[in-house]
Protein backbone atom coordinates (compact mmCIF):
# COMPACT_ATOMS: atom_id res chain seq x y z
CA UNK A 1 0.00 0.00 0.00
CA UNK A 2 1.06 3.62 -0.90
CA UNK A 3 2.80 5.13 2.64
CA UNK A 4 0.97 8.21 3.54
CA UNK A 5 1.08 10.98 6.64
CA UNK A 6 -1.28 10.41 8.75
CA UNK A 7 -2.36 13.59 10.32
CA UNK A 8 -5.09 13.70 13.49
CA UNK A 9 -7.81 16.05 12.85
CA UNK A 10 -10.45 17.42 15.55
CA UNK A 11 -11.54 20.65 14.07
CA UNK A 12 -8.78 23.22 16.03
CA UNK A 13 -7.13 25.60 14.05
CA UNK A 14 -4.10 23.68 14.69
CA UNK A 15 -4.52 20.65 14.12
CA UNK A 16 -5.99 21.85 10.63
CA UNK A 17 -2.47 23.97 10.70
CA UNK A 18 -0.66 20.81 11.17
CA UNK A 19 -2.72 19.15 8.32
CA UNK A 20 -1.21 22.09 5.99
CA UNK A 21 2.41 21.15 6.92
CA UNK A 22 1.82 17.55 6.54
CA UNK A 23 0.85 18.66 3.29
CA UNK A 24 3.79 20.33 2.42
CA UNK A 25 6.06 17.40 3.78
CA UNK A 26 3.71 15.15 1.60
CA UNK A 27 4.76 17.20 -1.23
CA UNK A 28 8.67 17.26 -0.89
CA UNK A 29 8.39 13.09 -0.29
CA UNK A 30 5.78 12.37 -2.73
CA UNK A 31 3.49 10.73 -0.01
CA UNK A 32 -0.48 11.17 0.49
CA UNK A 33 -1.80 12.71 3.47
CA UNK A 34 -4.62 10.73 5.10
CA UNK A 35 -6.74 12.76 7.57
CA UNK A 36 -8.15 10.90 9.99
CA UNK A 37 -10.73 12.18 12.90
CA UNK A 38 -11.95 9.99 15.97
CA UNK A 39 -15.25 10.66 17.70
CA UNK A 40 -15.40 8.20 19.79
CA UNK A 41 -14.73 9.31 23.60
CA UNK A 42 -11.37 8.92 24.89
CA UNK A 43 -11.53 7.88 29.15
CA UNK A 44 -11.99 10.19 31.21
CA UNK A 45 -13.82 12.86 28.54
CA UNK A 46 -16.26 14.84 28.87
CA UNK A 47 -18.86 13.39 26.01
CA UNK A 48 -18.76 16.14 22.79
CA UNK A 49 -21.83 16.41 20.54
CA UNK A 50 -20.75 14.76 17.93
CA UNK A 51 -21.10 12.22 15.50
CA UNK A 52 -20.20 10.23 12.46
CA UNK A 53 -22.35 13.09 9.99
CA UNK A 54 -19.94 15.83 11.83
CA UNK A 55 -17.22 13.93 11.45
CA UNK A 56 -17.14 13.05 7.68
CA UNK A 57 -17.74 16.91 7.05
CA UNK A 58 -15.12 17.65 9.49
CA UNK A 59 -12.64 15.52 7.11
CA UNK A 60 -14.30 16.80 3.79
CA UNK A 61 -13.95 20.30 4.48
CA UNK A 62 -10.07 20.12 5.37
CA UNK A 63 -9.61 17.53 2.99
CA UNK A 64 -11.14 20.08 -0.04
CA UNK A 65 -9.00 23.12 1.46
CA UNK A 66 -6.05 20.65 1.52
CA UNK A 67 -6.17 20.28 -2.26
CA UNK A 68 -6.90 23.45 -3.24
CA UNK A 69 -3.64 24.84 -1.37
CA UNK A 70 -1.57 21.84 -2.09
CA UNK A 71 -3.03 20.14 -5.78
CA UNK A 72 -0.08 18.31 -6.07
CA UNK A 73 -1.08 15.95 -3.31
CA UNK A 74 -3.43 13.32 -2.93
CA UNK A 75 -5.32 13.82 0.38
CA UNK A 76 -7.95 11.12 1.87
CA UNK A 77 -9.89 10.78 4.43
CA UNK A 78 -11.15 8.11 7.47
CA UNK A 79 -13.58 8.86 10.33
CA UNK A 80 -12.47 5.56 12.65
CA UNK A 81 -14.96 3.90 15.07
CA UNK A 82 -12.42 4.04 18.02
CA UNK A 83 -10.93 6.43 20.33
CA UNK A 84 -8.64 9.15 19.02
CA UNK A 85 -5.46 7.21 20.27
CA UNK A 86 -6.13 3.56 18.97
CA UNK A 87 -7.12 5.19 15.50
CA UNK A 88 -3.82 7.27 15.16
CA UNK A 89 -2.09 4.17 16.09
CA UNK A 90 -4.04 2.02 14.22
CA UNK A 91 -2.49 3.33 10.87
CA UNK A 92 1.29 3.41 11.89
CA UNK A 93 1.81 0.31 9.61
CA UNK A 94 0.41 2.65 6.52
CA UNK A 95 2.56 5.60 6.97
CA UNK A 96 5.65 7.25 7.21
CA UNK A 97 4.89 9.72 9.88
CA UNK A 98 2.07 10.71 12.36
CA UNK A 99 1.23 14.41 12.36
CA UNK A 100 -1.05 16.58 14.98
CA UNK A 101 -1.60 19.51 16.24
CA UNK A 102 -0.44 21.26 19.74
CA UNK A 103 -2.01 24.06 21.70
CA UNK A 104 0.36 26.02 22.58
CA UNK A 105 3.78 26.39 24.66
CA UNK A 106 3.25 24.88 28.44
CA UNK A 107 0.54 23.25 27.60
CA UNK A 108 1.47 19.47 27.07
CA UNK A 109 -2.08 18.17 27.73
CA UNK A 110 -2.81 20.94 24.96
CA UNK A 111 -2.14 18.06 21.99
CA UNK A 112 -5.25 17.68 20.30
CA UNK A 113 -7.92 16.56 22.80
CA UNK A 114 -6.95 16.11 26.48
CA UNK A 115 -3.44 13.84 26.50
CA UNK A 116 -4.21 12.35 23.18
CA UNK A 117 -1.20 13.57 21.41
CA UNK A 118 1.02 12.45 24.54
CA UNK A 119 -0.54 9.00 24.58
CA UNK A 120 0.53 8.55 20.95
CA UNK A 121 3.89 10.10 21.50
CA UNK A 122 4.58 7.49 24.56
CA UNK A 123 3.25 4.45 22.27
CA UNK A 124 3.94 5.46 18.59
CA UNK A 125 6.87 3.30 16.53
CA UNK A 126 6.76 5.94 13.57
CA UNK A 127 8.02 9.06 13.95
CA UNK A 128 5.41 12.27 15.39
CA UNK A 129 5.36 15.92 14.05
CA UNK A 130 3.91 18.39 16.63
CA UNK A 131 2.74 21.44 14.96
CA UNK A 132 1.57 24.88 16.44
CA UNK A 133 -0.94 26.93 14.48
CA UNK A 134 1.75 29.89 14.71
CA UNK A 135 4.48 27.27 13.73
CA UNK A 136 3.06 26.29 10.76
CA UNK A 137 2.31 29.70 9.23
CA UNK A 138 6.46 30.20 10.19
CA UNK A 139 7.04 27.16 8.36
CA UNK A 140 5.90 28.18 5.11
CA UNK A 141 8.84 31.17 5.40
CA UNK A 142 11.43 29.52 7.55
CA UNK A 143 15.25 28.83 7.49
CA UNK A 144 15.63 25.72 5.64
CA UNK A 145 17.64 23.94 8.37
CA UNK A 146 16.80 20.61 10.24
CA UNK A 147 18.05 20.39 14.32
CA UNK A 148 18.65 16.63 15.35
CA UNK A 149 19.77 15.87 19.19
CA UNK A 150 23.00 13.54 19.43
CA UNK A 151 22.89 12.19 22.80
CA UNK A 152 25.06 9.79 22.82
CA UNK A 153 28.19 10.22 20.92
CA UNK A 154 29.12 6.37 21.15
CA UNK A 155 26.87 4.55 19.14
CA UNK A 156 24.22 7.54 18.75
CA UNK A 157 20.98 6.67 17.35
CA UNK A 158 20.03 5.56 14.74
CA UNK A 159 16.60 6.75 14.11
CA UNK A 160 16.42 10.49 14.72
CA UNK A 161 20.02 10.99 12.71
CA UNK A 162 17.62 9.04 10.01
CA UNK A 163 14.85 11.18 10.34
CA UNK A 164 16.98 13.94 10.01
CA UNK A 165 18.89 13.17 7.31
CA UNK A 166 16.16 12.07 5.02
CA UNK A 167 13.95 14.97 5.40
CA UNK A 168 17.05 16.89 4.80
CA UNK A 169 17.64 15.38 1.53
CA UNK A 170 13.50 16.06 0.47
CA UNK A 171 13.47 18.95 0.74
CA UNK A 172 17.16 20.17 0.09
CA UNK A 173 17.85 21.63 3.73
CA UNK A 174 20.40 21.18 5.91
CA UNK A 175 21.36 19.37 9.51
CA UNK A 176 22.78 21.10 12.33
CA UNK A 177 23.37 18.06 14.77
CA UNK A 178 23.15 19.35 18.08
CA UNK A 179 25.09 17.99 21.15
CA UNK A 180 25.13 18.99 24.84
CA UNK A 181 28.75 17.94 26.33
CA UNK A 182 27.36 16.98 30.07
CA UNK A 183 25.59 14.15 28.14
CA UNK A 184 28.50 12.36 26.96
CA UNK A 185 29.48 10.55 29.69
CA UNK A 186 26.12 9.14 31.49
CA UNK A 187 28.13 8.42 34.78
CA UNK A 188 28.16 11.66 35.32
CA UNK A 189 31.86 11.97 35.46
CA UNK A 190 32.11 14.89 32.40
CA UNK A 191 29.22 16.81 34.11
CA UNK A 192 31.32 16.49 37.48
CA UNK A 193 34.54 17.79 35.95
CA UNK A 194 32.86 20.62 33.91
CA UNK A 195 31.56 21.98 37.13
CA UNK A 196 35.04 21.27 38.34
CA UNK A 197 37.39 23.07 36.23
CA UNK A 198 34.64 26.33 35.91
CA UNK A 199 35.28 26.81 39.78
CA UNK A 200 38.98 26.45 38.68
CA UNK A 201 41.82 28.65 37.31
CA UNK A 202 42.33 26.26 34.83
CA UNK A 203 38.53 26.41 33.47
CA UNK A 204 38.94 27.86 29.67
CA UNK A 205 41.89 25.61 29.06
CA UNK A 206 40.08 22.48 30.32
CA UNK A 207 36.34 23.45 29.20
CA UNK A 208 37.83 23.92 25.33
CA UNK A 209 39.79 20.48 25.51
CA UNK A 210 36.37 18.77 26.47
CA UNK A 211 34.71 20.80 23.91
CA UNK A 212 37.36 19.86 20.87
CA UNK A 213 36.91 16.05 22.12
CA UNK A 214 33.43 16.36 22.39
CA UNK A 215 33.47 18.13 18.57
CA UNK A 216 35.93 15.16 17.23
CA UNK A 217 33.93 12.50 18.43
CA UNK A 218 30.43 13.98 16.90
CA UNK A 219 32.53 14.56 13.89
CA UNK A 220 33.28 10.19 13.70
CA UNK A 221 29.51 9.40 15.54
CA UNK A 222 28.20 11.57 12.01
CA UNK A 223 30.53 9.98 9.35
CA UNK A 224 28.41 6.88 8.46
CA UNK A 225 25.32 9.48 7.63
CA UNK A 226 27.37 12.28 5.76
CA UNK A 227 28.53 8.86 3.40
CA UNK A 228 24.95 7.97 3.11
CA UNK A 229 23.72 11.29 2.69
CA UNK A 230 26.53 13.54 0.83
CA UNK A 231 24.37 16.00 -0.58
CA UNK A 232 23.32 17.14 2.76
CA UNK A 233 25.29 19.84 3.89
CA UNK A 234 25.80 19.39 8.10
CA UNK A 235 26.72 22.05 10.96
CA UNK A 236 28.08 20.17 14.56
CA UNK A 237 27.10 22.48 16.90
CA UNK A 238 28.52 21.19 20.60
CA UNK A 239 27.76 23.21 23.51
CA UNK A 240 28.37 22.91 27.25
CA UNK A 241 25.38 22.82 29.56
CA UNK A 242 21.91 21.30 30.10
CA UNK A 243 20.74 19.00 26.71
CA UNK A 244 17.18 20.75 25.99
CA UNK A 245 18.55 24.04 26.88
CA UNK A 246 21.96 23.60 24.12
CA UNK A 247 18.69 21.94 21.79
CA UNK A 248 16.71 24.33 21.93
CA UNK A 249 19.00 27.27 21.81
CA UNK A 250 20.80 25.10 18.78
CA UNK A 251 17.55 24.93 17.19
CA UNK A 252 16.21 29.44 17.31
CA UNK A 253 16.56 29.29 13.48
CA UNK A 254 15.08 25.63 12.91
CA UNK A 255 12.49 24.56 10.00
CA UNK A 256 11.80 21.23 12.15
CA UNK A 257 13.51 20.27 15.64
CA UNK A 258 14.25 16.30 15.76
CA UNK A 259 14.34 14.46 18.81
CA UNK A 260 14.47 10.57 20.19
CA UNK A 261 12.41 8.99 22.28
CA UNK A 262 13.61 5.50 24.05
CA UNK A 263 10.96 3.27 24.45
CA UNK A 264 12.76 1.60 26.99
CA UNK A 265 12.69 3.61 30.09
CA UNK A 266 12.86 3.17 34.02
CA UNK A 267 9.20 3.30 35.07
CA UNK A 268 9.85 6.64 37.30
CA UNK A 269 11.13 8.44 33.95
CA UNK A 270 9.11 10.49 31.35
CA UNK A 271 7.51 8.27 29.14
CA UNK A 272 8.68 10.30 26.41
CA UNK A 273 11.82 11.97 28.21
CA UNK A 274 12.84 14.93 29.69
CA UNK A 275 14.17 16.75 26.74
CA UNK A 276 11.43 15.76 24.68
CA UNK A 277 9.01 17.01 26.95
CA UNK A 278 11.25 20.26 27.07
CA UNK A 279 11.37 20.76 23.65
CA UNK A 280 7.75 20.37 22.89
CA UNK A 281 7.16 23.20 25.38
CA UNK A 282 9.67 25.76 24.46
CA UNK A 283 10.72 24.88 20.67
CA UNK A 284 9.61 27.75 18.41
CA UNK A 285 9.59 25.52 15.77
CA UNK A 286 7.49 21.99 14.52
CA UNK A 287 9.01 18.49 16.76
CA UNK A 288 9.35 15.43 15.19
CA UNK A 289 9.65 12.67 18.12
CA UNK A 290 11.63 9.82 17.10
CA UNK A 291 11.40 6.58 18.62
CA UNK A 292 13.95 4.18 19.18
CA UNK A 293 15.01 1.12 21.37
Known amino acids: MT ?28 LSVHLVHAWL ?5 TPPTRDTAWSQKLLDEAAAELTERHPGVT ?6 SATATVGLLEQED ?15 VGFLVGSIGLRVLA ?8 VREEEARAAATAGSEIVVGVEDLDGPAAAPLDFAFSTAKTRGDTVRAVHALHHRDRSGRL ?5 RVRGGHDDDKSLADALSQ ?4 LSAALAPWRERYPDVQVTEDVRPGNAAEVLLTGA ?42
Do not use: C, F
Request: proline share 6%; aromatic share 2%.
Open 3 to 30: QQITVGLDGSPESRAAADWAAREAGHRG
Open 41 to 45: LEPLT
Open 75 to 80: VTTGPV
Open 94 to 108: NSEMIVLGSRGRGAL
Open 123 to 130: RAKKPVVL
Open 191 to 195: EEEIA
Open 214 to 217: AKEQ
Open 252 to 293: SEAALVTVGRRTERPALSPRIGSVAHAVLHHSAAPVAVIAYS
